[in-house]
């Protein structure tokens, strides 16, 4: 189970961490650049993972659209064809959609402390300021994931408003995984 989340975490951080360049798209559904996932067509984030003694990248492009039950979804596709559905809702808070269910990946106005349930798992929200050590990115905001039963620590997300996921730290029992943003197009 860990495993899946394990992997799924990373396909997210790697769909959000590919490049990313301003919206030049006015009619694109839901596009807002101070989004902290920009959501138009053609952007893209590159990321890199260790895995084991190499580095792998991995790109996420947001290849089109797609409507379910009325509401229409971003496609996110890594270079690894796995896909996710995003969209930002009515609030204005960016979900995801996972069979059926649509779950709440960044808040519309996120505030230090303030925490929802997603299925098994518990998102806190902390905000990070003038952070110089996070790759020259500062003001991010740091969403952690913990297991709602044993209250461990699942992931750390970083995000940049505008941007998009800076980094991405899985946890497992035995040791942890980054995914770090290399590059990044906005259109």
Same mark, same amino acid.
């Given at each position: ?27 694109? *559904? ?14 893209? +984030? *590159? ?14 492009? $947001?290849?089109?659209? $797609? ?12 270079? !690894? ?9 009515? !609030? ?11 779950? $709440? ?10 925490? +929802? ?16 050590? *996070? ?12 297991? !709602? ?13 505008? *941007? ?24």
């Amino acid at each position: 189970m860990k495993a899946k989340f394990s992997f799924f975490c990373i396909i997210v951080a790697t769909i959000l961490f590919t490049s990313c360049s301003k919206d030049k798209d006015s009619t694109s *559904v839901n596009s807002d650049p101070n989004s902290y996932i920009p959501l138009t067509l053609g952007n893209m +984030w *590159v990321y890199k993972t260790p895995d084991m003694s190499l580095t792998e990248s991995i790109k996420q492009i $947001i290849t089109g659209t $797609i409507t379910k039950n009325g509401k229409t979804y971003y496609l996110l596709v890594n270079s !690894k064809q796995d896909s996710v559905f995003l969209r930002k809702d009515d !609030k204005g808070n960016i979900v995801k959609l996972t069979n059926g269910a649509e779950t $709440i990946i960044v808040p519309v106005n996120p505030v230090v402390g303030h925490g +929802w349930i997603s299925g098994d798992m518990v998102d806190t929200l902390v905000v990070v300021k003038n952070d110089a050590v *996070v790759y020259a990115y500062t003001n991010l905001l740091e969403i952690l994931t913990y297991d !709602k039963s044993s209250n461990t620590l699942l992931s750390r997300d970083l995000y940049k408003k505008g *941007v998009g996921l800076i980094r991405n730290i899985t946890y497992s029992l035995t040791d942890s995984t980054t995914t770090t943003l290399n590059s990044y197009e906005l259109k």
